[in-house]
Each structure stands twice: as C-alpha cells, then as structure tokens.
C-alpha cells in the first residue's frame, strides 16, 4: 500500500498534541442521500472546528488513503455516483488500481489508528444481519474494531441488523462498550432498546481514562461509546418499526447480498419514512460527533505532552 497521505492540519494537531476526531466517508457516499451529505459533511467538520477541534475526514482519493480531505476530495466523495465502498480488504486494491472510494466503519478506523487519531465519530456500526446464522452476513466493522486500538462514538447500530446478537459478537471480540450517560443501548433511530450496558459514564473524562487504562493494559482493541439520540429526535416507534419490515422484506426479495445490503436498507428507510428517518440519522451524527468533540479534548490532556501521546505502538505511521 502507497503511504498514507495525512493533511498538514491534522498532522500539526497530531503532533502538538491537540485534539483531533476522525470522520468516515461511507456514511456521505452511500449512507446519506445527494445533495444533503455533502452539507453534512461540512457541517460536522465546522462542529468539531468550533469545538477546538480538527477533524479528519478519511477516504481513499486516486489510490491514496487521505486523512483528511481538502473540500474538493470531500465533493468528490459526496458527489461522485460511482464512488466505491471501501471496507479494510478492498483497501489494497483501492491502492493498487488508484480507485477513490469511502471509507467504513473498519477501513476509517484503521486509517485513523495508522495516523495515530485515537477517537473517531459516526452514526452506526455494522453489524450482525437478522439472519446472520444462515447468511453468515456480519460486517466487518466487528472483527476489525477487535483489533484496533481507537474509541468509536456511535449510536448503536441501525434495527436493521440484529442487535442482541451484535452486542455478543462485541462482547466475544473484547471490545470495551461503554453507555454514555445510559444503561440502555440506544437502537440508533430510536433513544433506547431492550438491551442494557454493563458500563455507564458520565462525562469525557471518564472515557479518556478508560482509554488510557486500555494502553496501560497493552489492549489493542477498540473502546465503543454508545451516545443515544435525544428523545425528542428519535423517530416515531410506529414509524419505525412498519418501515422495517418493509425495507427488509424488500432486501430479501432482490436477494441482495455482500455490501449492497447496508446501503439498500438505508435507502428505503429514508425513502419510506418521508425523510423522518434521514432527519434522525443527521441529529444522531452530530450529536456523537458533538461528544466525539469533549472525548478527544479530554483524551489530549489525558494523554499529555506531545511525543507521549498514547497511541501504543500503531504500526506503519504516515509516511
Ligand atoms: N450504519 C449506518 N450508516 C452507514 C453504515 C452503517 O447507520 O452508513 C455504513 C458504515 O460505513 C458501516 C458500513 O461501516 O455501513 C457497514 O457496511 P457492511 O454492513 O456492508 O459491513
Ligand atoms: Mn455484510
């Protein structure tokens, strides 16, 4: 794989110590529909901007793996109607045949750990697929978080996969999952499911040293902070659950399969909530980027002084 190219600002942030968050660029290219994504991704990168923060978007442009993406790659990414979706085993032919693709769940956080960023925010994980036992359909956002040392902000993950069994699949991959001001895991478009977590925390100090433990301990796994979405924003629980049914029966009569599934299912909640649900998706990203803000700051004075910062030996920094 060619070097990875990290943008000035972020490498400077990086260096002197000062908070950055990474930012996928799945969610824009196929998560979120034209042209709004484009204005998200803006939006969130002025909400960490204000915060004091840097962000890094992170894509693969013309075969170059960017951490952080100047606003013609971020265009690019979000306008483009062909741009490929980029897990971590596509990432060497993105490489090797100078593709431009977005990044998941898994290719962001490990380009981010490569980078050194130790906290990177999102709307929600992949998962396990309702019917993972016959279709063996788990994304792999799960194995790969099991071996990548960064803190992911997200808000569960969406109804549509099946989420009692992705939280055991987290809980035998030993990933850390931390409620973030709950004991319920919040269900993404909802505030709540019926799943608790073992671990709640109140405020960003405490993941900062959750993380710094994590070193301490020489884990290299993957902290997740589970961040509902404010009850007044979560979408209709009629709405939701009808608009459900219907979006997965209609990804089991195209027999959809492989990375086509996700983006399917997205699309017709968008589509058949009238945009409600899109409207959901929005607050929830801000909102775990707005969180994602205060836990990389706190990380920053945990981790103290440039030169001891403490990512614990992230193999194949930027070069
Ligand atoms: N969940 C969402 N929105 C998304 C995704 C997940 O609520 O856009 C994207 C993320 O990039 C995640 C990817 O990493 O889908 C998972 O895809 P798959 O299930 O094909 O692994
Ligand atoms: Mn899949």
Redesign the pocket.
């Known amino acids: 794989m060619r070097g990875l190219a990290v943008a000035d600002e972020v490498r400077v942030a990086l260096d002197a110590g000062r908070p950055v968050v990474a930012l996928?660029s799945?969610?824009i290219a196929?998560?979120l529909p034209r042209p709004r994504n484009r204005e998200v991704a803006a939006e969130l990168e002025t909400l960490l901007r204000d915060r004091g923060v840097t962000p890094a978007t992170i894509a693969v442009i013309d075969g170059t793996p960017t951490v952080g993406l100047c606003p013609d790659a971020l265009s690019a990414i979000a306008e483009a109607s062909d741009v490929a979706?980029l897990?971590v085993r596509d990432l060497p032919v993105a490489s090797a045949l100078h593709r431009t693709g977005a990044t998941?769940?898994?290719a962001t956080s490990l380009l981010a750990a490569r980078a050194g960023i130790r906290v990177f925010a999102?709307?929600?994980?992949?998962g396990a697929?309702r019917g993972w036992a016959d279709s063996a359909d788990e994304?792999?956002?799960l194995v790969t978080l099991a071996r990548t040392p960064i803190t992911v902000i997200c808000a569960g993950?969406?109804s549509i996969l099946d989420v009692g069994a992705t939280l055991e699949r987290l809980e035998t991959l030993g990933v850390t999952l931390l409620g973030w001001r709950t004991n319920s895991f919040p269900g993404?478009y909802l505030s709540r499911t019926e799943f608790a977590v073992d671990w709640r925390v109140e405020d960003a100090r405490q993941v900062a040293a959750v993380m710094a433990d994590a070193d301490t301990l020489g884990l290299r796994s993957a902290v997740v902070v589970a961040n509902p979405v404010p009850e007044a924003e979560q979408l209709d629980h009629d709405l939701h659950d009808r608009v459900l049914a219907e979006a997965l029966a209609g990804a089991a009569r195209r027999g959809l399969r492989?990375?086509a599934?996700?983006?399917f299912l997205?699309e017709t909640f968008h589509r058949e909530t009238a945009g409600a649900s899109l409207e959901t998706?929005i607050a929830v990203v801000r909102n775990n980027v707005t969180v994602a803000a205060g836990i990389a700051t706190a990380w920053a004075a945990e981790a103290g002084a440039p030169g001891v910062s403490g990512a614990p030996g992230v193999n194949g920094a930027a070069g």
């Open positions: 996928e799945t969610l196929h998560g979706k897990s998941t769940v898994a999102t709307g929600g994980l992949g697929h994304s792999a956002d993950m969406k993404f492989g990375k599934v996700t983006p997205l998706n």
